[in-house]
T-cell receptor, first 113, second 114 residues
Framework: EAQVTQNPRYLITVTGKKLTVTCSQN?????MSWYRQDPGLGLRQIYY???????DKGDVPEGYKVSRKEKRNFPLILESPSPNQTSLYFC????????????FGSGTRLTVV | DQQVKQNSPSLSVQEGRISILNCDYT??????FLWYKKYPAEGPTFLIS?????DKNEDGRFTVFLNKSAKHLSLHIVPSQPGDSAVYFC?????????????FGQGTRLTINP
């Protein structure tokens, strides 16, 4: 089944403790992206990657890092999480930069206390 | 600066009637628009899209209308069914900037009452 898999689905952590949210897709998609969803703000792009070793900032990149060492994986790294990063996170992929149709993962609900 | 706005956080419609979800945008460079549907505990799924060269696109019970002069688009669901209860996101992009830049609205929670 074609899908984007995120882990973990739920995570509660403390301020300053480094964490990684993993994302993997099995569709051989070139383009991957991370979004966060907050009430009243919709989905905002954090980082995106157009292909292996090619990443760039989205609209809200502060406090996040990403890497794209393999085509299928695009982990989101929070080096020093803060409470304002409490949010619902979605990883998404699509065939290439020109395609419009994203496939989204099921989401990771992160709480930073 | 919210370039894509969905001004109704929620909408309640009777089963069998028409649901109309609205979306406004400010960036005149947007030339492609999409609607995504999201159920609780799931990621958004693509529903329907429209290019700026069209003013209407239909797919079964779902129709999207685009009014470029008003910078407004709407999603019509006819007839509404209980399974349509979800959060709907409007999104927009432009080919010059690259399709990677999808800008989403805040979402509208649609509830279909039996």
């Amino acid at each position: 089944e074609a899908q984007v898999t995120q882990n973990p689905r739920y995570l509660i952590t403390v301020t300053g403790k480094k964490l990684t949210v993993t994302c993997s897709q099995n569709m051989n998609h070139e383009y991957m992206s991370w979004y966060r969803q907050d009430p009243g703000l919709g989905l905002r792009q954090i980082y995106y990657s157009m292909n292996v070793e090619v990443t760039d900032k989205g609209d809200v990149p502060e406090g996040y890092k990403v890497s794209r060492k393999e085509k299928r994986n695009f982990p989101l790294i929070l080096e020093s999480p803060s409470p304002n990063q409490t949010s619902l996170y979605f990883c998404a992929s699509k065939m290439n930069w020109a395609a419009y149709g994203y496939t989204f993962g099921s989401g990771t609900r992160l709480t930073v206390v | 600066d919210q370039q894509v706005k969905q001004n109704s956080p929620s909408l309640s419609v009777q089963e069998g009637r028409i649901s109309i979800l609205n979306c406004d945008y400010t960036n005149s460079m947007f030339d492609y628009f999409l609607w995504y549907k999201k159920y609780p505990a799931e990621g958004p799924t693509f529903l329907i899209s429209i290019s700026s060269i069209k003013d209407k696109n239909e797919d079964g019970r779902f129709t999207v209308f685009l009014n470029k002069s008003a910078k407004h688009l709407s999603l019509h669901i006819v007839p509404s069914q209980p399974g349509d209860s979800a959060v709907y996101f409007c999104a927009a992009s432009n080919r010059i900037q690259g399709a990677q830049k999808l800008v989403f609205g805040q979402g509208t929670r649609l509830t279909i009452n039996p």
